[in-house]
């Protein structure tokens, strides 16, 4: 059993065509990226009865002919007259790093021409590495064809999200396309897609949007996931139109009750990552409508070069789905744009929050050191009081100690005499002490200096 399972890891792990460099890279395992396993052979008809045709074939022996061929194989059901093909795709889907297949759909030499202009690798197509800006390329081709190069990053950064490179012949209505694609997700995405839109998935330019598109999908739920935690923090920190001024009253949140709200602490966090979110999604804005300007200007193109009317619908739908794309794209990236200056000045306005919060607790600690102090402040007159009295008697105390309180006498009959040597002791006592309080007082007024 052991070593079946073995068995089955290797052979999986022979399919795998993404290095493990690019895939830690990425922080994604191996297994997520497409494989060998996950080539397709794609071929696609519009028939002059208005239907279409979409099916998977089995790998050709001669890979090139089958791509420049607009011959598919009929559906045998069908009455021959109402099946007749006017345009044809043939797509062969191939991971990333794929070398058992034809480099591309082009002439021979044709794209290492524009390679070389462009200072791109000799594997440029089919690296995982993007090695350039998200961008389309057009291909230079004789007899009336035409070509172009389209390759993206995945998750904004030099990883090839997908590759489509395409041969278009407006007189055959015939297009020859190789896709190399990332994840198996976006396969079968795409695949998904491709179903759904099979009567027009034919024309390259077309092909090229559904790529795109499965990134602009996504737009709509990301912005509202970052207006939902806006809504949430602006709801913490009181600032929500809900607690606007009314001319009843106010009814906003105090900055008590804000400090006191148990998310408050982590909404700086939370507003910094949906800041970073609206940067990251809005920097990848551009490189789309790029995308968007270079297909509408093969379109255009194409579109010059072609005169079958049959392809006309089709023509009208593309032109009106591009300038949808670039709509979406445009609202989606002023969302964006917006969403982070909101982001930014409820970040400022928790700043200070937390500001205010540390000032009223400074404010406090104030408050009550000032009552400490006010509080030594009396104690430490009592102690002055207590210290006073002490230095008045301790010189009297300490003579009559010396003389051993001879100056009293007390006779049989209760009588007391003082004695008449009591002018020494007063002459002794005042004296000493005047002295130790003016040592005092000296020492107690030096304290005072040396702290002020």
């Given at each position: 059993?052991?070593?079946?399972?073995?068995?089955?890891?290797?052979?999986?792990?022979?399919?795998?065509?993404?290095?493990?460099?690019?895939?830690?890279?990425?922080?994604?395992?191996?297994?997520?990226?497409?494989?060998?396993?996950?080539?397709?052979?794609?071929?696609?008809?519009?028939?002059?009865?208005?239907?279409?045709?979409?099916?998977?074939?089995?790998?050709?022996?001669?890979?090139?002919?089958?791509?420049?061929?607009?011959?598919?194989?009929?559906?045998?059901?069908?009455?021959?007259?109402?099946?007749?093909?006017?345009?044809?795709?043939?797509?062969?889907?191939?991971?990333?790093?794929?070398?058992?297949?034809?480099?591309?759909?082009?002439?021979?030499?044709?794209?290492?021409?524009?390679?070389?202009?462009?200072?791109?690798?000799?594997?440029?197509?089919?690296?995982?590495?993007?090695?350039?800006?998200?961008?389309?390329?057009?291909?230079?081709?004789?007899?009336?064809?035409?070509?172009?190069?389209?390759?993206?990053?995945?998750?904004?950064?030099?990883?090839?999200?997908?590759?489509?490179?395409?041969?278009?012949?407006?007189?055959?209505?015939?297009?020859?396309?190789?896709?190399?694609?990332?994840?198996?997700?976006?396969?079968?995405?795409?695949?998904?897609?491709?179903?759904?839109?099979?009567?027009?998935?034919?024309?390259?330019?077309?092909?090229?949007?559904?790529?795109?598109?499965?990134?602009?999908?996504?737009?709509?739920?990301?912005?509202?996931?970052?207006?939902?935690?806006?809504?949430?923090?602006?709801?913490?920190?009181?600032?929500?139109?809900?607690?606007?001024?009314?001319?009843?009253?106010?009814?906003?949140?105090?900055?008590?009750?804000?400090?006191?709200d148990t998310k408050f602490l982590s909404a700086p966090a939370e507003l910094t990552s949906i800041a970073s979110d609206c940067?990251?999604?809005?920097?990848?804005?551009?490189?789309?409508?790029?995308?968007?300007?270079?297909?509408?200007?093969?379109?255009?193109?194409?579109?010059?070069?072609?005169?079958?009317?049959?392809?006309?619908?089709?023509?009208?739908?593309?032109?009106?789905?591009?300038?949808?794309?670039?709509?979406?794209?445009?609202?989606?990236?002023?969302?964006?744009?917006?969403?982070?200056?909101?982001?930014?000045?409820?970040?400022?306005?928790?700043?200070?929050?937390?500001?205010?919060r540390d000032s009223a607790d400074i404010k406090k600690l104030s408050d009550a050191s000032l009552a400490i102090s006010r509080?030594?402040?009396?104690?430490?007159?009592?102690?002055?009081?207590?210290?006073?009295?002490?230095?008045?008697?301790?010189?009297?105390?300490?003579?009559?100690?010396?003389?051993?309180?001879?100056?009293?006498?007390?006779?049989?009959?209760?009588?007391?005499?003082?004695?008449?040597?009591?002018?020494?002791?007063?002459?002794?006592?005042?004296?000493?002490?005047?002295?130790?309080?003016?040592?005092?007082?000296?020492?107690?007024?030096?304290?005072?200096?040396?702290?002020?």
């Amino acid at each position: 059993m052991y070593e079946m399972a073995s068995l089955e890891a290797s052979a999986s792990s022979d399919l795998i065509t993404v290095t493990e460099k690019a895939a830690n890279y990425c922080n994604k395992k191996r297994e997520v990226f497409a494989d060998r396993g996950d080539v397709t052979y794609i071929e696609i008809a519009s028939y002059t009865d208005g239907t279409s045709s979409k099916s998977e074939s089995a790998r050709p022996a001669d890979i090139p002919n089958w791509l420049a061929s607009n011959t598919i194989q009929k559906d045998s059901s069908s009455p021959p007259c109402m099946r007749t093909s006017t345009k044809t795709l043939k797509l062969l889907i191939v991971p990333l790093n794929y070398k058992e297949s034809p480099y591309s759909p082009f002439p021979d030499g044709a794209f290492e021409a524009v390679a070389k202009s462009h200072n791109l690798n000799k594997d440029y197509l089919s690296s995982e590495w993007l090695d350039s800006p998200s961008i389309g390329l057009e291909v230079p081709l004789q007899a009336g064809l035409s070509g172009f190069v389209v390759k993206a990053a995945k998750w904004n950064d030099n990883i090839t999200h997908f590759c489509l490179s395409s041969v278009f012949d407006p007189s055959s209505m015939h297009s020859s396309c190789i896709l190399r694609i990332a994840t198996k997700k976006d396969l079968q995405n795409f695949k998904t897609r491709l179903d759904d839109v099979q009567e027009f998935a034919w024309y390259s330019c077309f092909l090229a949007t559904l790529l795109i598109d499965e990134r602009l999908k996504k737009l709509p739920d990301e912005t509202n996931n970052m207006r939902k935690g806006l809504y949430k923090i602006e709801m913490t920190t009181g600032t929500h139109k809900k607690f606007q001024h009314r001319e009843n009253g106010s009814i906003g949140r105090t900055a008590e009750e804000a400090w006191g709200d148990t998310k408050f602490l982590s909404a700086p966090a939370e507003l910094t990552s949906i800041a970073s979110d609206c940067i990251k999604r809005g920097f990848s804005c551009p490189s789309r409508r790029r995308f968007v300007a270079f297909l509408e200007g093969e379109h255009e193109a194409n579109m010059r070069k072609c005169s079958n009317k049959d392809a006309d619908s089709t023509f009208r739908i593309l032109t009106q789905k591009l300038g949808f794309m670039r709509a979406w794209i445009e609202e989606s990236e002023s969302r964006f744009l917006y969403l982070g200056k909101r982001a930014e000045v409820q970040t400022q306005m928790c700043l200070s929050l937390m500001g205010q919060r540390d000032s009223a607790d400074i404010k406090k600690l104030s408050d009550a050191s000032l009552a400490i102090s006010r509080t030594s402040r009396g104690d430490s007159a009592n102690m002055h009081t207590i210290a006073l009295i002490g230095l008045l008697f301790l010189p009297g105390n300490l003579i009559a100690s010396v003389f051993s309180t001879g100056f009293f006498s007390f006779q049989g009959n209760d009588a007391m005499v003082v004695s008449s040597k009591i002018w020494l002791y007063v002459a002794i006592v005042v004296p000493l002490t005047a002295l130790v309080l003016l040592v005092w007082y000296l020492r107690v007024y030096k304290q005072r200096r040396e702290v002020l």
